[in-house]
């Protein structure tokens, strides 16, 4: 039994809170985030990046929320089944 619900994005799709987005963009290449809101331009998402590594969670390896004005890169997303 399946768990999970797999969404494409379309130009009209919106993810709903809590969903798992992921990426597809050189820069972004296996990227994933967790939706805290969206409208047909822009998502919000809470994401944490490991960008020195060294795990502190701190500075840009902190849990922050990004602002993705263009999600159009966005493969799709992911919410659990109810």
């Not at 929320?65 to 263009?70: H, L, Q, S, T, Y």
Request: hydrophobic share 35%; proline share 7%.
């Amino acid at each position: 039994m399946k768990k999970w619900v797999r969404v494409p994005n379309t130009p009209t799709g919106i993810p709903p809170q809590g969903a798992i987005i992921f990426f597809d963009e050189p820069a972004l290449t296996g990227h994933t985030a967790i939706v805290h809101s969206a409208d047909i331009n822009d998502i919000i998402n809470i994401e944490l990046n490991g960008a020195t590594g060294n795990g502190e969670g701190k500075g840009y390896d902190a849990l922050n929320f990004e602002v993705k004005r263009d999600y159009r890169k966005c493969l799709g997303w992911y919410y659990p089944k109810k």
